[in-house]
């Protein structure tokens, strides 16, 4: 029997933050996705938000023409008279002391993000081949963000941290998947991503502006390793565009070592819930 894998996208924003797919928008504000019920797993990377690791190509500035010399004609008729020979003027030569003076805040931002984003792309992830169970969960979870982050860096965008907030939500929304038995964005009693990050406090005040996503994911057997879900995600346009969202500063992530009854069949799998979000003064 061939183990399934299910994933799921959501992106919310309130009033004062960029909307930036395209997919509908429900009530609410959150927008929602479904990916195939039994994506495959691969390591397609999509053009159309990727930087190219080798950097963009100059085109070279365009050469000048050639030098052209300009012949005098020698005159029709020779003077008797010497001429004297005129002295040319001497040129003014002003002496330029240049000063380089760094005061680019933008360069330096620049510099220190690259610097960034190499240490992440130096660092190898551990732990991607783990099957979550009860006793390792924090090495899964610890697993799945260095490999977002790594699949951010590899597209230049600078990795995510960890927010006890998002955590907290994230928390809260596997175990009532797995309590109440679903696997959705909203809850059956109509809570959705927006909500259930605000409640934890994440957006401190209705004067602030935000961006917030949610990716699920649920897989049996093989397909609940730490790698397998994300090259699920990474392989869906939706999720992708969580993941690689330029915006996005913080991250929760939540594993359970479960999958909900009516999706499970009886086999051993994990549940997937992270969140993503930044808030915008």
Not at 183 to 212: C, K, M, Q
């Amino acid at each position: 029997m061939a183990a399934p894998l299910v994933v799921w996208a959501a992106i919310g924003g309130s009033a004062g933050a960029a909307a930036a797919h395209g997919a509908p928008v429900s009530a609410g504000g959150v927008r929602f996705a479904t990916a195939s019920p039994h994506a495959r797993t691969h390591t397609h990377r999509p053009t159309a938000r990727k930087r190219s690791k080798s950097g963009s190509c100059n085109t070279p500035h365009p050469r000048s023409g050639a030098k052209q010399a300009t012949k005098c004609r020698p005159a029709t008729r020779r003077s008797t008279a010497k001429t004297p020979r005129a002295t040319p003027p001497r040129p003014t030569v002003t002496k330029v002391t240049k000063v380089t003076k760094v005061t680019s805040s933008t360069g330096e931002a620049t510099a220190a993000q690259a610097g960034v984003i190499a240490k992440v792309l130096a660092t190898p992830c551990q732990n991607t081949q783990l099957t979550p169970e009860a006793g390792n969960l924090g090495l899964v979870r610890a697993a799945i963000l260095c490999l977002i982050n790594t699949e951010r860096a590899q597209n230049g965008e600078e990795p995510l941290g960890a927010d006890p907030h998002l955590q907290q939500a994230a928390e809260s929304h596997g175990r009532e998947m797995l309590l109440v038995d679903y696997f959705d964005h909203v809850s059956p009693s109509g809570l959705t991503p927006v909500a259930r990050i605000r409640s934890t406090g994440y957006v401190p005040n209705s004067e602030v502006g935000y961006v917030i996503g949610e990716n699920l994911a649920w897989g049996t057997l093989s397909l609940s390793t730490p790698q397998a879900i994300v090259n699920a995600w990474i392989a869906s346009p939706e999720h992708l565009a969580n993941i690689l969202e330029a915006k996005y500063r913080d991250t929760g992530i939540d594993v359970q070592p479960e999958v909900p009854a009516q999706l499970s069949e009886g086999i051993a799998g994990a549940l997937y819930t992270q969140e993503f979000g930044v808030i915008v003064h």
